[in-house]
């Protein structure tokens, strides 16, 4: 069962994985700080100062025994648009790689194959008929 496992483990679809994975994680740091420390000051600027990420809708306040309860809408907003933009740049980038990548080489019709002997042959009378003609 171990060589099995090791087998699994260090095909090259699996490392591959592993390693977008990770890259993954890493960009989607990325893209979230970009959203709340870059993206989202300016238009929370322009709409009057709102910080989004403190959007929100108290159902109940908070108490010495509870937390409050609340809908944060604000994140949500946040989350769409870090959605949004990791979409739009792994579009670009399969966009890329699909532009790189060796496009099957498109068939030549075949030609057809001669006529038959006799085909040619009547043809050729044919011809001769009308021109006689």
Do not use: H
């Not at 910080?51 to 908070?62: E, G, H, P, Q, T």
């Not at 870090?82 to 979409?87: D, R, W």
């Not at 890329?96 to 068939?107: L, M, Y």
């Not at 194959?113 to 050729?124: A, F, G, I």
Request: proline share 8%; glycine share 6%; hydrophobic share 50%.
């Amino acid at each position: 069962m171990w060589n099995e496992f090791k087998k699994f483990a260090m095909k090259g679809n699996v490392i591959d994985m592993a390693v977008g994975i990770i890259i993954g994680a890493a960009f989607g740091q990325i893209v979230k700080s970009l959203v709340n420390d870059v993206i989202m000051p300016p238009i929370g600027l322009l709409l009057g100062g709102v910080d989004f990420s403190n959007l929100m809708i108290v159902l109940r306040k908070a108490t010495d025994t509870s937390p409050a309860v609340a809908i944060k809408y604000g994140v949500f907003v946040n989350t769409i648009i870090n959605f949004l933009i990791v979409a739009f740049a792994i579009f670009l980038i399969v966009k890329q790689v699909n532009r790189f990548k060796e496009k099957p080489q498109e068939e030549k019709p075949a030609t057809p194959p001669p006529p038959p002997e006799d085909v040619v042959l009547l043809r050729e009378i044919r011809d001769l008929l009308k021109n006689k003609n």
